[in-house]
């Protein structure tokens, strides 16, 4: 799949969405809204497909946010949210942040809703918005406070300050930092470690993660677990019981991919 402002390539069970705009820092028009969705929703019902990783063309910027040229604040989002992610809830296979140089506004609220960012080293991160009379709702204000706590939240929401790839590494939102001149090689080793594991495994301990956060105690999440609608068919899959033979068996674990 192709198009003139995003990009895809699939290999070996990776999809990479790469928003290419680098002209413009790669900001969000609202055709690329519409785009994103179609591509992750082709990864989500994709069997063949097992991570995902979006990036930013050239070395400027991930993604400066919305195009505010373009910008009407009664035009629709997707029915996903925000680049067609940011509400989408459902989303069991994992999905990686590659982020290079600028990530702001609306390209920082993509990469706090995929599920790792990878960043470069010279990478910049903020919710500018406030600077503009907008607000961050695309999942920026809610990630950010959970992901790192409302104390060390409210500082950059509340200033719309930047913060360098250090300080996001530090802060927590950011899972591993790379050279810039490795920084896809990173994302896609990453991605490569992900896919070794047992498709459904990864998928329900995503699953689980992010549903055990809406519960009200350990105890809840620990005791209703057994009743996510992954958890029957992880146990019922073929995988399951391939892993402990294999590991029993001394040989590597061959995993049922479709």
């Known amino acids: 799949m192709a198009s003139d402002h995003i990009v895809t390539s699939e290999q070996d069970g990776v999809l990479t969405i790469t928003l290419n705009r680098p002209e413009k820092l790669n900001a969000i028009t609202p055709a690329m809204h519409m785009r994103l969705e179609e591509c992750f929703d082709h990864f989500a019902s994709g069997p063949e497909l097992h991570v995902c990783i979006v990036t930013g063309a050239g070395s400027r910027a991930f ?10 604040a009664k035009a629709p989002y997707p029915k996903t949210g925000y680049a067609g992610l940011a509400q989408r809830f459902d989303l069991a296979k994992p999905v990686i942040a590659a982020v290079n140089g600028l990530c702001l506004g609306g390209g920082f609220e993509i990469a706090l809703a995929c599920d790792l960012i990878v960043a470069s080293e ?8 406030p600077k503009v009379g907008l607000i961050a709702i695309g999942g920026g204000i809610h990630r950010l406070v959970r992901q790192i706590g409302i104390k060390q939240a409210m500082g950059p929401l509340l200033t719309g300050r930047n913060m360098s790839a250090q300080e996001g590494f530090a802060l927590g939102f950011i899972s591993e930092l790379a050279a810039p001149e490795a920084l896809m090689d990173t994302a896609q080793n990453l991605a490569r470690e992900i896919i070794a594991n047992a498709p459904l495994a990864v998928q329900l301990t995503k699953a689980l993660a992010i549903w055990g956060l809406d519960q009200p105690t350990l105890a809840d999440a620990l005791e209703g677990q057994v009743r996510h609608p992954l958890f029957a068919p992880w146990m ?10 294999a590991f029993a068996e001394k040989r590597k674990a061959v995993w049922k991919r479709r």
Do not use: I, K, Q, Y
Request: net charge negative; proline share 7%.
């Open 63 to 72: 993604c400066a946010g919305s195009d505010l040229s373009l910008f009407d």
């Open 122 to 129: 010279n990478a910049v991160f903020g919710l500018p918005e």
């Open 236 to 245: 019922r899959a073929e995988d399951t019981a391939e892993g402990p033979r």
